[in-house]
């Protein structure tokens, strides 16, 4: 077989008469920029996660930057985020002012809350949780800790659209939460879009005004701003695709469960956390991120068998890039980097090629 890790083409191809349709309607209408098909995305957006406001931003690092911004992040603050996480995390924090602390993951790759505890000194204000792969962190903890030394939260939501825990939506637990539509997230796009969570009113107000050149949603100039809008189009078409993103999710952990099955008896691997196995998350599987024994030569075995895998971020943490000025050891995530490795996961795979790709990975090791 050959399994591509994203098969891109697809995304248009699947339902090409349909996106054919959205264009020919947007385009018919001269509705390029902020018209009603954004509207609506935006309202369906906010009604899907239960959040108070939502807005269609330029892509997801833009989200992120936007909302510390709005909060006004000062030149010095420190904000802790997980190094197990794309760089964009950390430079929305430089963008804004910041200066990001990157610390240890835990025992489910995302933020330890211990590691968080330990980093915090008189300069910190802030905790950026990174919802990754499709997981949101224990925010129980993580919220105790904020509440604790004066925080706020913003998170790194990009991955984690419809993720939950405890029946909260990923980007609704704090300030703000950042949400990309890249086109190989599970709600993707055709090119660079993202979206910002808000539950309060004024900061829904100021992020929107950074958004739209300072103007309010009364049309008015109320402060600087930028542009940093959602294509009108892509609003449609993320508008069409929203609709039928509880089946998408839902196939997404049908996959992972296949792979859960496969493969748990292997001890070169150590699985991400299998869907279900902890009741208090529902993850929506954005990759399928596992830990392997021998991870370059089995990429390379799949690779020679027609299965296309990724080492998220080039195998490197945000820690690990010494150019930005980092310069500590967090042997935890460095470990996790030595050995990380992500099968194909997304709703284009068929069960023969899940199948296959399992069946290519425990010949691997077993032969």
Not at 65 to 75: H, R
Not at 143 to 170: N, P, R, T
Not at 193 to 217: C, E, F, S
Not at 245 to 251: A, F, G, K, L, M
Request: hydrophobic share 40%; glycine share 8%; net charge negative.
């Amino acid at each position: 077989m050959n399994i591509p890790f994203f098969d891109y083409p697809r995304l248009y191809l699947d339902q090409k008469e349909k996106m054919i349709e959205i264009f020919d309607d947007v385009c018919s209408r001269g509705a390029f920029i902020m018209q009603s098909d954004l509207d609506e995305f935006e309202n369906k957006f906010a009604e899907f996660t239960n959040s108070n406001y939502a807005i269609g931003v330029a892509n997801g690092t833009d989200a992120m930057e936007l909302a510390l911004l709005a909060i006004g992040v000062k030149k010095g603050d420190e904000i802790i985020i997980c190094s197990h996480t794309m760089v964009a995390t950390a430079s929305a924090i430089v963008t804004a002012g910041g200066i990001p602390v990157p610390v240890e993951l835990g025992y489910d790759n995302l933020i330890d809350p211990l590691a968080i505890e330990a980093a915090i000194t008189p300069n910190t204000v802030g905790i950026m949780p990174t919802q990754l792969n499709g997981r949101t962190c224990n925010m129980d903890e993580i919220k105790s800790i904020a509440e604790k030394h004066g925080l706020f939260i913003v998170e790194d939501s990009a991955q984690a659209l419809g993720s939950k825990f405890k029946g909260q939506c990923a980007g609704t637990f704090g300030l703000a939460g950042g949400i990309s539509f890249f086109p190989a997230k599970v709600l993707g796009c055709f090119g660079d879009a993202g979206g910002v969570l808000v539950q309060d009113n004024d900061l829904y107000h100021k992020i929107y005004q950074l958004h739209d050149h300072g103007r309010d949603t009364d049309g008015e100039i109320k402060s600087w701003g930028r542009n940093s809008r959602l294509d009108n189009l892509h609003a449609a078409f993320l508008f069409h695709k929203l609709k039928s993103y509880p089946e998408v999710i839902q196939r997404r952990r049908s996959i992972a469960s296949k792979y859960q099955e496969q493969l748990e008896n292997l001890n070169e691997l150590n699985l991400p956390i299998a869907p279900d196995a902890e009741p208090d998350h529902f993850d929506v599987f954005q990759n399928y991120e596992l830990e392997a024994d021998r991870r370059d030569e089995l990429k390379e075995y799949l690779f020679q068998n027609g299965v296309g895998t990724l080492i998220q971020w080039g195998g490197k943490a945000v820690h690990q890039f010494p150019e930005l000025g980092f310069n500590l050891s967090l042997p935890k995530t460095e470990k996790f980097f030595d050995r990380c490795i992500m099968l194909p996961m997304n709703i284009f795979l068929s069960d023969d090629e899940v199948d296959y790709i399992c069946e290519t990975v425990i010949k691997f090791y077993r032969s």
